[in-house]
């Protein structure tokens, strides 16, 4: 799992690789924990994340609230967007 | 072996070597005087019989003549010229003879001794004309062979112990004439030689002596004594670390300064190593105790392995935590008016927190279904519940049935849960309405669904540990393996129990010796037909 984060004024990009599961979520929640205040909008760029599990899901809900609301997951895979259905998250969470 | 140490060892070392080298120089020494002596003695021999011979030859004195003439007065005054050259070149004695081989004897012309008691007797026993028929002794023999070359005795005479000079007396032929012998007692040489080497010794051993003590103590000081402290540290520390080491005081530039400095850097170093290490093992310990009540509370609410069975129905379900505590969970229960509660569950992330985020989300499902609320009414409420009190942001996905035997009608509702299988000819995946996750938002809006099931005919639960399983080829069980695994199946010969191990077993086999990432629970209800 690697995670690049860029920041460019008030929005922040991360593009997460690899496997999002219970080892490598909390990291992308100290990433997100220390994004400041001043950045009002997040997008999670998926394109090379393979695998996300239930922890990793949390922690994107997190980085939801923390945005209120102002994330997007952009170049989601398939496979990775049917667990987003599946759990209901697509309603909530904008998904590119 | 006896422990000792260092210093004595060192010190019997440099004794060694004192006597080593005392012996040694000792012996060069000896050596060396005793060939000097005997080169600067020869020398004074050979200047000796030179005058011995220029003083024959002056005299022309004829050997047989004089053998045959009598003791006159010239004899005399040659002879008293003798004693004093034989005094001056500090002789025992000097003596002339001439030799006959062919008699083997010898003539005494001359022979005088250094002090006036010797002198005394040989006048009376070799007198002019004595004849001596002794064997010859090997320097004889040499100088009869033809050697002119002075010898050297070591003899041991009725005279005394001496050391012999025997000189040839030649004619301008190279003929031998006569023998000219020069006494020396030996134990004068060897009181010189001794005396020369005591001179010569004892300044060294004296240097030696000095110098290898100054280095003794030297080392004392700055090596053995502070290596002394150190090892005395060192097993101090060794038997009890907690202990705080005082300072060792040793500040020198060295070697022996940086092992110092080592040492109390390495003493600090494995305190603090073994103060964390302690504090690591105590957290671990209370964390595996932690974790042991965690899992005692959910095996108590969550059993690895439930049968339900009653009248048109059977249930089966397990539970396989991939860690200690898991978040995975089922419930089934017989509800109201004959009908059957199933819940099948899995809370987000693993350990503790999912543990305790499980129970809750167990215990307050079990409740709402008891109090008669449907499937869907349930699961909106709990999520309000949820959204309520959520300080870690835990959510869980749940998919609850309630199943009516009599009438195979069943209703059930999805909080994000993956579809379940219908287990029929064939088996199928139920697509409900996915609904969403609970815990996340507020208002789920889960809504309800319903089936009928015919006898024979069955529901199969179970959480994404199974199809999110991964073989060592990193590849996902899947929905599509998990259909196939249940092919040869037929709910209306197989038991509830049969459904739930083809799945699990499907599963292990394809992990091989794959570590299991997720916890995986599966539950099967199968409707019976009426009386079985």
């Known amino acids: ?95 590119q | 072996m006896k422990k000792e140490s260092i210093g004595k060892r060192i010190t019997r070392c440099f004794i060694v070597i004192l006597l080593l080298s005392l012996a040694s120089t000792g012996a060069w020494n000896y050596y060396h005087t005793y060939t000097q002596n005997v080169r600067e003695s020869r020398r004074e021999a050979e200047r000796c019989a030179e005058i011995v011979r220029l003083s024959l030859d002056r005299a022309e004195l004829d050997m047989e003549a004089l053998l045959s003439a009598e003791a006159d007065e010239r004899y005399r005054s040659e002879r008293d010229s003798l004693r004093t050259l034989c005094r001056t070149f500090d002789l025992d004695y000097l003596y002339i003879y001439t030799v006959d081989p062919s008699a083997g004897e010898r003539r005494f012309l001359f022979c005088v001794g250094g002090d006036d008691d010797k002198d005394a007797v040989v006048l009376r026993e070799r007198y002019l004309g004595a004849v001596s028929d002794e064997a010859f002794d090997k320097w004889e023999q040499a100088l009869l062979s033809g050697s002119r070359e002075m010898q050297m005795g070591r003899v041991s005479t009725r005279y005394g112990n001496n050391v012999t000079w025997l000189s040839p007396y030649t004619d301008w032929q190279g003929r031998l004439l006569a023998v000219i012998g020069m006494d020396q007692s030996i134990r004068l040489e060897e009181t010189k030689v001794l005396r020369e080497f005591l001179v010569a010794v004892l300044p060294v051993v004296l240097a030696l002596t000095t110098g290898l003590l100054v280095l003794l103590i030297l080392m004392r000081r700055r090596i053995l004594r502070p290596i002394h402290t150190l090892s005395e540290r060192m097993s101090l520390f060794a038997a009890d670390s907690s202990r705080e080491p005082e300072p060792i005081g040793i500040r020198s530039e060295d070697e022996i300064g940086e092992i110092a400095a080592s040492y109390e850097k390495m003493t600090g170093d494995i305190r603090a190593y073994i103060a964390n290490i302690e504090s690591l093992t105590r957290e671990r310990v209370e964390t595996n105790v932690q974790l042991d009540v965690a899992r005692r509370i959910q095996y108590g609410l969550v059993p690895e392995e439930t049968s339900l069975k009653g009248e048109g129905f059977a249930l089966h379900a397990v539970t396989r935590p991939a860690r200690a505590v898991g978040g995975d969970f089922y419930d089934c229960f017989t509800g109201d008016g004959n009908t059957v509660c199933a819940v099948l569950g899995d809370v987000s992330g693993k350990g503790i927190s999912a543990a305790i985020f499980m129970a809750m989300a167990k215990t307050v499902i079990h409740e709402k279904l008891t109090s008669g609320f449907g499937p869907a009414e349930t699961l909106n409420q709990v999520n309000d519940v949820f959204c309520a009190q959520n300080p870690e942001g835990l959510f869980a996905t749940v998919f609850v049935l309630v ?24 088996c199928r995946l139920l697509r409900p309405d996915s609904g969403i996750a609970l815990g996340l938002f507020e208002g789920a809006g889960i809504v309800e669904d319903e089936l009928t099931v015919q006898p024979g005919e069955g529901i199969l639960l179970y959480t994404d540990g199974v199809t999110e399983a991964v073989n060592p080829q990193k590849k996902f069980f899947g929905e599509a393996r998990l259909l196939e695994a249940l092919e040869g199946f037929s709910a209306s010969s197989g038991t509830a129990e049969d459904a739930v191990r083809t799945v699990t077993e499907a599963v292990e086999q394809f992990r091989e010796e794959g570590e299991a990432f997720d916890d995986m629970a599966v539950l099967s209800l199968l409707r019976t037909g009426r009386g079985l």
């Not at chain 1, 090379?48 to 952009?74: D, P, W």
């Not at chain 2, 999805?414 to 219908?422: F, M």
């Open chain 2, 403 to 426: 199943f009516d035997p009599e009438s195979g009608r069943m209703r059930y509702a999805n909080a994000g849960h993956t579809p379940p299988v219908l287990l029929g000819s064939p």
């Open chain 1, 1 to 95: 799992m690697t995670i690049e984060k860029n920041l460019c004024g008030s929005t922040a990009e991360i593009k997460l690789s690899g496997w999002l599961n219970t080892q490598t979520a909390p990291d992308l929640g100290a990433e997100i924990d220390a994004l400041g205040a001043e950045i009002t909008a997040l997008t999670i760029d998926c394109e090379k994340l393979e695998f996300i599990s239930s922890a990793g899901l949390r922690q994107i809900v997190a980085a939801h609230k923390k945005m209120n609301g102002a994330l997007t997951l952009c170049r989601v895979s398939d496979e990775i967007k049917d667990v987003f259905r599946m759990t209901g998250l697509d309603k909530h969470i904008a998904i």
